[in-house]
């Protein structure tokens, strides 16, 4: 078995040692061990952390490789995060944005990284670029139907692929079981044993025998062989067991068609968000921020046309949009995509973009 610290070695020389910056899930020990190997740490605090003092908020800003600037009010300081092993701190830089709250208004996150040199700004966009697989997901299932049957050939499933074991689930719901009655049943011990040591005003003392104890601690007793019963069941099942023992004759569906139909979906994604992207930076559409991806849609499912009567240029000439501000936009979006004198793949042929006047 490959450990831990064994991995991120492993990682260390695959990447080479010119590069740094990696994203690890939370351990102050481990933060502290990349950062002395000359790692780049960058996460974020989850759950309750307090808030940062407002005063120290300043608006910060970071302009990305496309042009698009940003701006976040946000407060740059520092944390000392325990070190559980040798009861020391380790200190990372904190860097705390304020992002819309559900419900309404705003909210503080924490982010924390080793690297102290980049501006505050950049954090924050490279911690917000972490999301893009996640995002990618979901526009995918809303948009492109990422979840459909591409293809119902199947072939049969390999039977000696690790899967998880049911039964050790169930197993563990039992011992959770027997520990939550053990405790009962405990209580209910001590408070039956209490009673003769703390006998009634004016009744003299009380004799406890051998006999009456063991009478009051039977059920604690049974209680506990049960318990352990329990525990020695669920860790004699093996957590994970070969598919064809669990449930033989398994099929899956084609996988050669899924990876083609989700690199064009991946690929329209792509296409989608640069679009988008450039609605944003190079229209002066007004609620870009709010409705640019909405915008790419609706010009992307619109009508067309394809001219190649001039030479040497192949016309995607697009039909107005149902409002007169979304074909301005779009008119725009066109220019600058022509601007960038692309040839169509397989050809000679330069790409324009034009949207038609409305008649």
């Known amino acids: 078995m490959i450990s831990g610290w064994d991995r991120f070695h492993g990682c260390r020389r695959i990447a080479g040692a010119d590069r740094k910056r990696a994203r690890p899930l939370w351990s102050p020990a481990l933060f502290k061990h990349m950062a002395e190997n000359g790692f780049d740490v960058l996460t974020w605090r989850k759950g309750a952390t307090e808030n940062i003092n407002e005063n120290l908020f300043a608006p910060v800003t970071h302009a990305d490789g496309h042009g698009e600037t940003r701006t976040w009010m946000a407060a740059d300081t520092s944390v000392d995060l325990p070190l559980a092993r040798t009861g020391e701190a380790f200190r990372m830089r904190q860097i705390s944005p304020t992002?819309?709250?559900?419900?309404?208004?705003?909210r503080q996150i924490h982010i924390l990284s080793t690297n102290t040199e980049i501006p505050a700004g950049e954090v924050i966009y490279r911690m917000g670029s972490r999301w893009r697989q996640e995002n990618y997901f979901r526009y995918a299932r809303i948009h492109f139907d990422l979840d459909s049957h591409d293809a119902y050939t199947s072939t049969d499933d390999d039977p000696d692929r690790s899967v998880p074991n049911p039964a050790k689930k169930k197993a563990y719901q039992k011992v959770l079981a027997a520990r939550t009655h053990y405790a009962q049943v405990l209580a209910d011990t001590d408070a039956a044993m209490l009673d003769p040591r703390t006998p009634d005003p004016?009744?003299?003392?009380?004799?406890?025998?051998?006999?009456?104890?063991?009478?009051?601690?039977?059920?604690?007793?049974?209680?506990?062989?049960?318990?352990?019963?329990?525990?020695?069941?669920?860790?004699?099942?093996?957590?994970?067991?070969?598919?064809?023992?669990?449930?033989?004759?398994?099929q899956v569906l084609d996988t050669d068609v899924k990876l083609i139909t989700h690199a064009i979906r991946m690929a329209a994604f792509n296409t989608a968000t640069t679009l988008a992207r450039e609605i944003r930076t190079n229209t002066g559409y007004a609620r870009a921020t709010?409705?640019?991806?909405?915008?790419?849609?609706?010009?992307?499912?619109?009508?067309?046309?394809?001219?190649?009567?001039?030479?040497?240029?192949?016309?995607?000439?697009?039909?107005?949009?149902?409002?007169?501000?979304?074909?301005?936009?779009?008119?725009?979006?066109?220019?600058?995509?022509?601007?960038?004198?692309?040839?169509?793949?397989?050809?000679?042929?330069?790409?324009?973009?034009?949207?038609?006047?409305?008649?």
């Open 99 to 106: 992002v819309p709250a559900t419900g309404g208004g705003t």
């Open 202 to 250: 004016g009744t003299g003392e009380v004799l406890i025998t051998n006999a009456m104890q063991n009478a009051v601690n039977a059920p604690l007793s049974d209680t506990g062989a049960a318990l352990d019963r329990a525990e020695t069941v669920h860790k004699e099942i093996p957590a994970r067991i070969p598919l064809g023992e669990l449930a033989p004759g398994q």
């Open 290 to 359: 709010e409705e640019a991806h909405t915008l790419t849609r609706q010009a992307l499912t619109n009508s067309a046309d394809i001219d190649t009567t001039t030479p040497g240029y192949l016309t995607i000439r697009l039909d107005p949009l149902p409002t007169a501000r979304a074909t301005m936009a779009i008119a725009e979006l066109c220019q600058q995509l022509t601007s960038t004198q692309t040839q169509y793949p397989g050809t000679e042929l330069i790409l324009r973009y034009d949207i038609k006047n409305r008649t």
